[in-house]
């Protein structure tokens, strides 16, 4: 059984045109494999996306067309991101979508990709699961455990916080089967993570809105919140109450 302090881990963080991984670009990628002593070796590089950049990309992570103007295109670069990569299990804050991008665009390049396959796991829902902190954000986490900051919001200062978080959370824990068991179920949170009633407590949300959300494409730890506390109230009066346009007359 692979035993943690004996792993050697990899962490991807990519900074892209946009959130759609089959039609957006990426931009800068940043890989470090590591243990629990260290970062062992790492890379990164502004790739090259052959278009235009959006405003609203440039504002969260600073990327002008002028910086990426040059450098490499994107299947110069992915034969050496996925050989770092290998088998190696993936740490990452929301790891599916760099996983998901770095996938689709091996596709595009036809490029043998098996990325995919590796194990992963995802810093976003181990913080769910840890619950102390008042927000679950690579940025919020960093302040949380005191992890000195790293400069900007960009590839490789993201993947050495994430490094650091990775290591706080996983703390209580011996093997990578260990991880892999409490990841394999629905993280039941809280608090609502994002839309209007972000930050509120799902015992707060009115019920319309927890109705519509639930049918909602989100992941599977909020659809299971969502969706328990629908049923915590269908079992009890305030469903009722709280879905009857009557209730106050």
Not at 67 to 84: A, F, R, S
Not at 162 to 174: D, G, S, W
Request: charged share 25%; aromatic share 6%.
């Amino acid at each position: 059984m692979a035993l943690l302090k004996d792993t050697t881990f990899v962490c991807i963080d990519c900074e892209t045109t946009g959130l759609d991984t089959e039609n957006d670009s990426i931009i800068e990628v940043a890989v470090a494999t590591f243990t629990l002593s260290g970062i062992v070796t790492d890379f990164e590089s502004l790739v090259d996306p052959e278009r235009l950049i959006p405003e609203a990309s440039i504002a969260v992570h600073h990327i002008k067309q002028e910086m990426v103007q040059g450098k490499p295109k994107i299947q110069e670069v992915l034969p050496t991101i996925l050989k770092i990569i290998g088998r190696h299990p993936i740490v990452g804050h929301g790891i599916n979508f760099d996983i998901e991008i770095i996938n689709q665009a091996a596709k595009r390049c036809n490029i043998p990709c098996t990325i995919k396959n590796n194990t992963s796991f995802d810093t976003l829902r181990l913080a769910r699961l840890y619950g102390e902190s008042p927000s679950n954000s690579l940025e919020q986490l960093r302040l949380h455990f005191h992890i000195e900051e790293e400069g900007a919001h960009r590839a490789m200062s993201d993947v050495i916080v994430n490094v650091q978080v990775f290591k706080r959370l996983a703390a209580n824990f011996k093997t990578i089967k260990d991880i892999e068991n409490v990841l394999s179920k629905p993280i039941a949170m809280k608090n609502m993570p994002l839309g209007k009633h972000k930050g509120r407590s799902m015992k707060e949300i009115p019920i319309d809105y927890l109705l519509w959300a639930a049918r909602q494409d989100f992941d599977q730890d909020l659809l299971f919140s969502l969706r328990s506390e629908i049923n915590r109230r269908k079992k009890g009066s305030l469903f009722t109450q709280s879905a009857s346009p009557f209730a106050d007359l």
